[in-house]
């Protein structure tokens, strides 16, 4: 059975995760009999293969979160012989088999999350990756965390890279990316690309700042498109007024699938102003799509882009300055990195990332459901 509570709203990264993992493995012959997903809202499932019957499960769509997870999950995996908790957290009395995959946590960082939110989420992520029989990790950097805030023991988590899912990689028609940019900004434009969570540690309004100067300096017709969730409820679209740049930025909090691969593969440049990340999947994303990347140094790049992206040693707007310039005004460097990303994603793939899960969940599972 498999927690699929990320799958049941808008599919940002964990939710795409469980996804891709199970349209592997409907095409994959597995260890059990049949893949469950369970979840307390309505699941749509596209693209699956015919070799492992998956079956939806929905029901408790009226509690709140957490007592779903933690009171009605465990009652309907109840004899399971796998429970596979793919997003940090596990039901802590459930008695069976947990295999439980974290994708990054940023204890090092004091300052990202308000105390609430971490006294709400910190003691769960540990306590279920404490009970979990074993913890996938999505970089040796967040093996290390686990260890180190966590102290689960190292012989108990395995390292698993995640990947791009195919449609990044694919060769879209010109057309479609110019229709798909008209929709998302307005006009026809060149622009440069952010995607994820608006949180602290991505510095989105050093960005902000950065790419006015820039644009201004050089006299760029370019745009700026932020996509993902604002959690940290960061004034957009002041900022890009206090800059002057009020008609120059675009924000939208989520975007399908198939209308984000094209935007990416029409971006001039994906700038991802990181310090810490558990691994970057939109930097995977990116990379795919054949777009030049522009981050800065922080604990997983070397895991994840490796050289294949041009990175900075601080998020300060001084050095954002010069590293949207070195791209953006050289089409060579930017036809390089593009090229280097493109080769350095296909090193990672869906395939081996469900193989491999698979091979830790039917290790780790019980005998057989009771």
């Known amino acids: ?40 809202g309505e699941l749509h499932l596209e693209n699956l293969g015919d070799a492992t019957p998956v079956n939806l499960r929905t029901f408790g769509g009226w509690l709140p979160t957490i007592l779903w997870e933690q009171v009605c999950l465990p ?25 439980l995959a974290n994708h990054g946590i940023y204890e090092a960082l004091s300052g990202e999350f308000p105390l609430l939110a971490r006294l709400r989420s910190t003691p769960l992520q540990r ?39 195919d449609f990044f990689f694919q060769r879209h028609d010109p057309a479609s990316i110019e229709a798909e940019v008209v929709r998302t900004i307005g006009r026809k ?90 691994i970057s999947q939109t930097m995977f994303e990116a990379m795919a799509s054949g777009t030049a990347v522009l981050t800065v140094d922080h604990p997983t790049l070397e895991e994840g882009a490796g050289n294949a992206a041009l990175s900075l040693p601080t998020p300060s707007v001084e050095n954002l300055v010069k590293g949207l310039k070195s791209l953006l005004t050289n089409p060579e460097l930017r036809r390089a990195y593009a090229e280097k990303g493109r080769q350095r994603a296909k090193r990672f793939t869906w395939e081996t990332v469900a193989r491999e899960t698979m091979e830790i969940l039917d290790r780790e599972a019980s005998p057989a459901d009771s």
């Open 189 to 278: 434009a060149p622009y440069v690309i952010f995607v994820g969570k608006l949180a602290k540690r991505r510095n989105v309004p050093n960005l902000i700042e950065a790419f006015a100067l820039v644009r201004r300096e050089l006299d760029l017709p370019h745009h700026l498109l932020i996509v993902g969730p604002n959690t940290t409820r960061l004034p957009v679209a002041e900022l890009a007024c206090a800059h002057g740049i009020n008609d120059a930025v675009t924000y939208r909090p989520y975007v399908e699938l198939e209308p984000l691969a094209r935007l990416y593969a029409g971006a001039d440049l994906f700038a991802l102003p990181t310090v810490y990340e558990g």
């Open 1 to 40: 059975m498999v927690n699929a509570l990320r799958m049941s709203d808008q599919r940002t990264g964990q939710g795409r995760h469980i996804e891709f993992l199970i349209q592997q493995w409907s095409r994959m012959k597995i260890p059990f009999d049949r893949l469950t997903l369970m979840s307390p």
């Open 127 to 165: 306590y279920s990756a404490r009970q979990a029989r074993r913890v996938i990790a999505n970089s040796l950097a967040t093996r290390a965390d686990l260890v180190r805030f966590f102290h689960i023991p190292e012989a108990k988590i395995d390292t698993i890279y995640p990947a791009a899912h």
């Open 75 to 99: 009652e309907r995996a109840r004899g399971t012989a796998m429970l596979f908790c793919p997003s940090y957290t596990s039901p802590l009395f459930h008695r069976g088999s947990v295999v």
